[in-house]
């Protein structure tokens, strides 16, 4: 046996240090989103009338957008329609008639590996710091949902998401509200993110 605890020759070998959750999703369709606006499948659902769990099925790619008969799939219709493009444009070309099953997987790395997935990915960064701040942006959006633009936009500047944390005064003077309404929305918000399921995903990266 050697020093490390192993046995020399066939022995088992150490364990890679990362284990990292990929996740297939429809980037024609995030794409077409993001253009118009909206960031989150709550966004356009609201916009196109399309529900919320078939837009995700879409984006996850475990819906085929074209029917056996050969047509589009009425949701999808809408969904172009809201978007300004054609349904062609909204998918990848191999999966119009075939969705995924599967679309995570779970690949263990080492740390070179994880840096050479972050340089092809991002071009430069700690891989690490990439990984967990896509996951903040993932869990802070989904937790948001639930609330109306306007309470999004004072929670997003009063917690510093896109910048700089602001003041009650300031986020008043921005959206030509008083400083005591503002705080009221504020208080009306984070009350609707502290239900349980929203308030584990929320509870760190936010006050409350």
């Known amino acids: 046996m050697g020093s490390d605890g192993f046995v020399g020759g066939?022995?088992?070998s150490r364990p890679k240090d990362y284990n990292v959750q990929i996740?297939?999703?429809n980037a024609p369709l995030m794409k077409m989103m993001r253009a118009n606006g909206y960031s989150t499948s709550a966004e356009l659902s609201r916009a196109c009338g399309?529900?919320?769990t078939t837009i995700s099925a879409y984006l996850n790619l475990r819906k085929a957008p074209i029917k056996s008969d050969g047509d589009w799939a009425l949701p999808v219709i809408r969904m172009a329609d809201c978007l300004n493009v054609i349904p062609e444009l909204l998918f990848p070309e191999r999966h119009l008639y075939s969705p995924i099953e599967n679309n995570t997987r779970?690949?263990?790395f080492d740390w070179q590996e994880m840096m050479q997935l972050s340089h092809e990915a991002n071009g430069c960064g700690d891989p690490l710091l990439d990984i967990e701040a896509s996951q903040a942006t993932e869990d802070v959006n989904?937790?948001?949902e639930v609330l109306g633009e306007k309470e999004i936009f004072i929670l997003k500047h009063r917690h510093g998401f896109d910048g700089?944390?602001?003041s009650l005064r300031e986020i008043g003077e921005m959206l030509g509200l008083s400083t005591e309404r503002v705080r009221q929305i504020e208080q009306k918000s984070l009350r609707l993110l502290r239900h349980p399921?929203?308030?584990k995903k929320l509870v760190q990266?936010?006050?409350l």
């Open 106 to 108: 779970e690949v263990e």
């Open 10 to 12: 066939g022995g088992m």
């Open 197 to 199: 399921d929203r308030a």
């Open 142 to 144: 989904e937790a948001l």
């Open 164 to 166: 700089e944390e602001k």
């Open 50 to 52: 399309v529900n919320q």
């Open 205 to 207: 990266y936010v006050r």
């Open 23 to 25: 996740k297939v999703r």
